[in-house]
């Protein structure tokens, strides 16, 4: 089955303490992104990937790292998470921008709570 | 501030009526738009697309409009159906789909 998947799915952590959220797909997409969402601010990108390699900032990058060491996996990582950190997350992916296939298929979320 | 806004929080529908969800943006430089639905405890998924080279596009029960000049898409659900009670987000690209930039979503209610 063709899927997006996320671990974990709820995470309650401390300040300061390094987490990592994985995101992994089996479409082999090019493209991968992270997005958080907050009420009443939609979906937010924090960052995207092209393709292995080559990662990019959103629109709210600040507070957080990933990486795309391989194709179909692109970690989000916080590196020390702090309480306005606390949202749902969420990774998407979708074959190369520019083909004209620009649906992205989403994960079904992580929610982090930061105390 | 943000480029893409979706004005109603939520919109309550009568079941086999119209659906009409409104999104309005600023940016001139969007090229490409597209519907998400999302359920609770789910991901967003895709609905519907359409190019700003165009300014209609239909896809079974679904059908986006694009007003360029108004800086304005609509989508339209007919005839509404109770399982397409889900909060509908509006994307909106500058870059043929590298940045996407969402709207805070429409809550939709489809009674029976």
């Known amino acids: 089955e063709a899927q997006v998947t996320q671990n974990p799915r709820y995470l309650i952590t401390v300040t300061g303490k390094k987490l990592t959220v994985t995101c992994s797909q089996n479409?082999?997409?090019?493209?991968m992104s992270w997005y958080r969402q907050d009420p009443g601010l939609g979906l937010r990108q924090i960052y995207y990937?092209?393709?292995?390699?080559?990662?990019d900032k959103g629109d709210v990058p600040e507070g957080y790292k990933v990486s795309r060491k391989e194709k179909r996996n692109f970690p989000l990582i916080l590196e020390s998470p702090s309480p306005n950190q606390t949202s749902l997350y969420f990774c998407?992916?979708?074959?190369?921008?520019?083909?004209?296939?620009?649906?992205?298929?989403f994960g079904p979320g992580t929610r982090l709570t930061v105390t | 501030d943000q480029q893409v806004k979706q004005n109603s929080p939520s919109l309550s529908v009568q079941e086999g009526r119209i659906s009409i969800l409104n999104c309005d943006y600023t940016?001139?430089?969007?090229?490409?738009f597209l519907w998400y639905k999302k359920y609770p405890a789910e991901g967003p998924t895709f609905l519907i697309s359409i190019s700003s080279i165009k300014d209609k596009n239909e896809d079974g029960r679904f059908t986006v409009f694009l007003n360029k000049s108004a800086k304005h898409l609509s989508l339209h659900i007919v005839p509404s159906q109770p399982g397409d009670s889900a909060v509908y987000f509006c994307?909106?690209?500058?870059?043929?789909?590298?940045?996407?930039?969402f709207g805070p979503g429409t809550r939709l209610s489809v009674l029976p």
């Open positions: 994307a909106a690209s500058p870059n043929y789909g590298q940045n996407f930039v």
């Open positions: 998407a992916s979708s074959p190369t921008p520019g083909l004209g296939l620009y649906e992205q298929y």
């Open positions: 479409m082999n997409h090019e493209y």
């Open positions: 940016n001139s430089m969007f090229d490409y």
């Open positions: 990937s092209m393709n292995v390699e080559v990662t």
